[in-house]
């Protein structure tokens, strides 16, 4: 059975950061690419982060030098940091599993709320 399940989410002040996992199992971890999408209230599902299974990343530009991702293949866990969150990084953040043209899973999600 495949899951994946993110955590870490929360309430953070602006300037503030939080570390999601989302663990994974029930595939090849390793060979999937992994990603974390956002949506926020009123708007479409965005790519935030993506790591291949090779480790190359590709960012959205509004989280590029704030954000980081990154993978564990000995634990099947990928890691979105995050840090100087804005209040427009309010979200519901999506934990992907891609093997492209083949097979993608997704999270249930994590809610984070970036306010003062």
């Known amino acids: 059975q495949v899951q994946l399940v993110e955590s870490g989410g929360g309430l953070v002040q602006p300037g503030g950061s939080l570390r999601l996992p989302c663990a994974a199992s029930?595939?090849?971890?390793?060979?999937?690419?992994m990603a974390w999408y956002r949506q926020a209230p009123g708007k479409e599902r965005e790519l935030v982060a993506l790591?291949?299974?090779?480790?190359?990343?590709n960012y959205a530009d509004s989280v590029k030098g704030r954000f980081t991702i990154s993978r564990d293949n000995a634990k099947n866990t990928v890691y979105l940091q995050m840090n100087s969150l804005k209040p427009e990084d309010t979200a519901v953040y999506y934990c992907?599993?891609?093997?492209?043209?083949?097979?993608?899973?997704w999270g249930q999600g994590t809610q984070v709320t970036v306010s003062s």
């Open positions: 992907n599993g891609d093997l492209p043209g083949l097979k993608s899973y």
């Open positions: 029930g595939f090849i971890f390793r060979i999937y690419t």
């Open positions: 790591i291949t299974s090779g480790g190359n990343t």
